[in-house]
């Protein structure tokens, strides 16, 4: 079966760092990803990562640890357009298993 | 910018009634996938479909459900006898064959009275 966990909500401030954490255990792995929804949107890819380090991309990075089934979103230099929520999502047996998703508000 | 297409934005029906909702992916891509949303919950897998054959369902995935692609381009999800529980947002979602990046549809609003 599939299990991943990430907190529900997290608040920060405008140009403040937010970090996501996610865990997950699943019967396969070809990767980990994290999307940004919006309210009634679909959601948008933001970051993949398949192998063990860190990724950047712009003020978002991703981080992601095989061995210890863990991952993580950093958001830099916060905007109020970023008040969504963020889904991590892992790769395996053919689909893409996601976890509940945190809402992070922004605050100005 | 290429994107994936959904039709209709919104559906409404009665309980029982069948409906049929349609993908067109981007041209070059090669597995589709349906997933459904009810409102407050997670994204929950539906079906992954390549070479027209279906890869992967889910439990959701029963009787009820089936997809095809029956003119090369558009890509149907169709509830047979749809339920008050299958009221959620469906997104269809395609990707290159060899690419690990999934591009979703903007997604079709099913509400069942």
């Known amino acids: 079966g599939q299990n991943i966990d990430q907190p529900t909500e997290m608040t920060a401030t405008e140009g403040a760092i937010v970090q996501i954490n996610c865990t997950y255990q699943t019967s396969g792995f070809n990767g980990l990803f994290w999307y940004q929804q919006h309210a009634g949107e679909a959601p948008t890819f933001l970051s993949y990562n398949v192998l063990d380090g860190l990724e950047e991309k712009g003020r978002f990075s991703s981080f992601l640890s095989r061995s210890k089934g863990y991952s993580y979103l950093l958001l830099k230099e916060l905007q109020m357009k970023d008040s969504a929520s963020y889904l991590c999502?892992?790769?395996?047996?053919?689909?893409?298993?996601f976890g509940a998703g945190t809402t992070v508000t922004v605050r100005a | 910018e290429p994107e994936v297409t959904q039709t209709p934005s919104h559906q409404v029906t009665q309980m029982g009634q069948e409906v049929i909702l349609r993908c067109v992916p981007i041209s070059n891509h090669l597995y589709f996938y349906w997933y459904r949303q009810i409102l407050g919950q997670k994204v929950e897998f539906l079906v992954s479909?390549?070479?027209?054959?279906?890869?992967?369902k889910s439990e959701i995935f029963d009787d009820q459900f089936s997809v095809e692609r029956p003119d090369g381009s558009n890509f149907t999800l169709k509830i047979r006898s749809t339920k008050l529980e299958d009221s959620a947002m469906y997104f269809c979602a395609t990707r290159l064959a060899g690419a690990n990046e999934q591009f979703f549809g903007p997604g079709t609003r099913l509400t069942v009275l």
């Open positions: 999502a892992v790769f395996g047996d053919y689909k893409l298993s």
């Open positions: 479909f390549y070479n027209n054959e279906i890869s992967e």
